[in-house]
């Protein structure tokens, strides 16, 4: 019985999370119609809450544990990810069900998708083939073109849906193109196998496949030069999808090429170097860049995810997992912030996304702006808030790897965003404020005084998090 429950350790988060997402569907379907949505969204919880606890619960040693599905495993670095993505699916369930009660929206199937969706993402963390990886971000993909069009009366979210499927089916077509041409130069597409196999003789097929894969994920994820829908897609989805993007959808996907860039293919650094480096850059140029002149807060966030997006790659081309999950633990909890921040600027009953709704809101509400600046001080990267030191970190790993190159374009580009949330800073206490904000309910909040206290005492919680960080940093 022992063997037999070990077998299926890897997994039982995700079974706990899909079986409770799939009684939502009949809870939600024949539940009064009242109370449809609260019944879907209670089964939910359950099933994160659960999934998180069963992974509290599990002991995975150095070496990983493996599962008798073929394909599936679950290491530190696997372990580490499904926590804050679980912890972030709480936090997008909670903006979801506040901004549906705020839209008078009675649907239940909120909570379901996001629940699939968030079970796509674990299985795409722990795949060890090709093979389950492609089916852990279909899993998750397929619930995000639902939840993206969700306002079906919508012009900009039906708009935002059809651009997100035509980026989804591009970037998996040149995904599965790149797997094909792997597995006709390799014959297997297990990681381990891989990793084994003499790769030489078939070098310049090899790196065209490769190509393909990695071209396919950094458009997943929105990195330059494979940007161009995200800002697009970020305005016309409904704000808490927005934020399911902005928190998460980034995370598997970098975690889905960290496992690539190390344990397959992690003697190719001459070709990761410079095909993620230049990516990283282009990133955080074009994000910057992109952000100077924004005026919606959702298109804000695009482009400060593309940023962000830049700094992640920039830790993949150092080969330095620590300061990966480091960076996308920080990125998460800021993000959140900025999210619940955007579902806050609520002027009467209309939901606000200008950007100027936020000037002089710290003279007028000085708690709530002084809240929201340390948030953007975090994101912007300006000591010694949080973001700060997860740069500095990079910075330093890049010089100390010989990369000055890198570093110095990495730290120029980073002034760029910088200068975008000061700006803002500024203007929410030397502008005289133009609109009268409502109260934010208590979800954002919440997440907003916790991404704030993060932001500002991140200072001392670094060393800590980071040596616990390097137990489970295991890739490379």
């Known amino acids: 019985m022992n063997e037999a429950l070990k077998s299926i350790l890897p997994v039982v ?13 009949p809870a939600g379907l024949y539940a009064p119609a009242s109370k449809s949505k609260s019944m879907a969204d209670r089964f939910v919880y359950a099933g994160l809450l659960s999934a998180f606890g069963a992974l509290c619960l599990i ?5 990983g544990l493996f599962s008798v599905f073929p394909g599936v495993g679950l290491d530190r670095f696997s372990l580490w990810m499904k926590k804050i993505l ?6 997008a369930l909670a903006f979801g069900a506040d901004w549906l009660k705020y839209k008078k929206y009675s649907r239940f199937e909120y909570a379901p998708l996001l629940a699939f969706c968030v079970t796509g993402m674990m299985l795409t963390v722990s795949a060890q083939t090709f093979l389950v990886q492609f089916l852990g971000l279909e899993m998750m993909h397929f619930p995000l073109l639902f939840l993206t069009a969700y306002k079906r009366q919508g012009e900009r979210s039906t708009e935002a849906g059809t651009k997100y499927v035509v980026m989804v089916f591009l970037s998996s077509g040149l995904y599965l193109f790149g797997v094909s041409v792997l597995y006709a130069c390799l014959g297997t597409l297990d990681f381990a196998k891989l990793a084994a196999t003499d790769k030489q003789e078939i070098m310049p097929a090899l790196l065209w496949g490769l190509s393909f894969v990695t071209a396919g994920l ?3 994820i929105g990195a330059a030069p494979f940007h161009s829908w995200a800002a697009d897609v970020y305005e016309g989805a409904p704000s808490p999808v927005t934020a399911l993007f902005a928190m998460m959808v980034r995370l598997p996907v970098l975690a889905a090429l960290a496992e690539i860039v190390s344990k397959p293919f992690g003697d190719l650094d001459f070709y990761w170097r410079p095909v993620l480096g230049t990516a990283a850059v282009l990133s955080v140029y074009i994000g910057g860049f992109g952000a100077i002149v924004q005026t919606n807060i959702k298109r804000l966030t695009a482009y400060t995810v593309i940023v962000l997006n830049g700094f992640a790659l920039s830790a993949l081309v150092v080969k330095s997992t620590v300061l990966l ?3 996308m633990t920080i990125d998460l909890i800021l993000l959140a912030g900025l999210s619940a921040v955007v579902l806050s600027l609520r002027i009467g009953d209309e939901l ?15 708690l709530r702006g002084g809240l929201f600046s340390l948030i953007f001080l975090g994101l912007a990267g300006a000591p010694p808030f949080a973001g700060f030191w997860t740069r500095f970190g990079l910075f330093k790993d890049t010089a100390v790897n010989g990369m000055i ?6 730290m120029l580009g980073g002034l760029l965003i910088m200068y975008v949330y000061l700006k803002i800073i500024r203007q929410m206490y030397m502008v005289s404020a133009r609109e009268d904000l409502s109260f934010a309910p208590m979800p954002m909040k919440a997440v907003i005084t916790a991404a704030a206290v993060v932001s ?21």
């Open 405 to 410: 190159p890198l570093c110095i374009f990495l």
């Open 59 to 63: 002991d995975v040693p150095a070496e």
């Open 456 to 476: 500002v005492f991140s200072f001392a919680a670094a060393e800590p998090l980071l040596s616990i960080m390097q137990t489970a940093g295991m890739l490379f």
């Open 86 to 91: 679980l912890i972030g699916a709480v936090i």
């Open 218 to 220: 950094l458009l997943k």
């Open 352 to 366: 606000s996304e200008e950007i100027r709704v936020l000037f002089g809101q710290g003279q007028t509400k000085p």
């Open 325 to 327: 999950l480091f960076l």
């Open 13 to 25: 988060p995700e079974i706990l999370l899909l079986f409770f997402a799939v009684l939502s569907l």
